[in-house]
């Protein structure tokens, strides 16, 4: 019976006694608006493996939100992270390091507006997605003295005031919280998969009602920048089509508009290649990082072209914490670990990956399309009704009884259960997920 777990990782009912009491502890002193979808109570981690406090073990396909890329406690990280903390824990982006100018020179070398355009670029560094996002906004902004951006439909880009008005990938990121920043316009992002628009090439649609939007009501010439994901992430792992990005950069060149990739999810290796944009060979002006970079250390930067960066004045940006020593030293050791190895692992294991959930999806019909690059894979259910309705309360028992089966995962979009382990995991804890998702299905299609 290939429906029965993995006896590894039969367990009795979760959360145990140890994770119950943490639970209780915690909802009297924690915010609850954090989205926590299953009680895992961490106790620790090695590679792609976690364990919970009452010593449950774990397989990690979400490593904290494609945040530990270099796996959990990876030796060269953690002593890269002691040795920095041995010499001092701060110092503040008023002074100068070795670890922030070696992250801004490995940046500089890297990036996808140097290597596929050869322009220099320039890097400022922060502790978060939303602040480097909110960090591209404001040099967009300054060096363009335009008022208004495009961002799109599904895009999730942080939660603070800047970031939060062009997240959509649901309505219950911006309730309550309106107004957002004036000046931006949402438009849709091109999915095959779920058309809005008639005709096969959903990303010539797209560029087309922009077009349609600059002649109409959004003047092109106030526009200072559009804000993108290479693939869309919390939205549901969407890839565009080939030429899509192709036809964005092409759309600002006509206009002087500043393209922002956000590679907040999608970069540092994430998709096979160090950033996604590297897929279509489409560089961008002003490119967003975070999750990856520090392996788990909170670290964010705005790498942009030199040209734009160096017109910021001294004291136009800044922060106290930018260029953390502790921070850095992890961001080094993954880009090294990244660069020398682990995305080209991320390509090969998530080729191999996809093969396999595409294989699972003949024998369920619920699996409506597998997709996605790298190890950014994605599998959105669907009803059994013939029209792909979104399967949302499926998609959700099937990331419950995966926990309880032993597997960590996150949903995306309306219904995708998304994979996003560890950059260095193998095919053998591929082989052994793919075990556990498969049981997790056949229970949730049981119930329902
Ligand atoms: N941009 C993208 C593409 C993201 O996926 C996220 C986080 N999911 C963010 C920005 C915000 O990052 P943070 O949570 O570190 O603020």
Redesign the pocket.
Known sequence: NTSAPNPKHSRTALPGPKARDMLARDAEVISPSYPRDYPFVMSHGRGTEVWDVDGNRFLDFAAG??VCATGHAHPQVVAAVKAAADRFLHISSDYWHEEMTGLGERLARLNPMTTLAGEPAMSFLC???????EGALKLARYVTRRPRYLGFLG??????MG?LSF?SSKYTQQLGFAPTMPGVTHVPFPNPYRPLFAGADQGKAVLDYIRMLFERSVPAAEVAAILV?PI???GGYLVPPDGFLAGLRTLCDQHGILLIF?????GVGRTGKLFASEHWGVAPDIM?L??GLGSGL?I?AVVAKKSLMSQWKRGAHGNTYGGNPLACAAANATLDLVAGGYADNAASVGEYFMARLRELARDYPCIGEVRGKGLMIGMELVEGDGENTPARALCDDVVTRAFHNGLLLLSCGSSTVRFMPPLNVGTAEVDEAMELLRASLDQALAGH
């Open positions: 939100i494609a502790q978060s997605g939303t602040e480097a996002v895009g999730f880009h942080g939660r603070t970031s997240t994901e869309q992430g919390e956000d590679e907040v999810q999608s967003t975070a999750k909170p964010g």
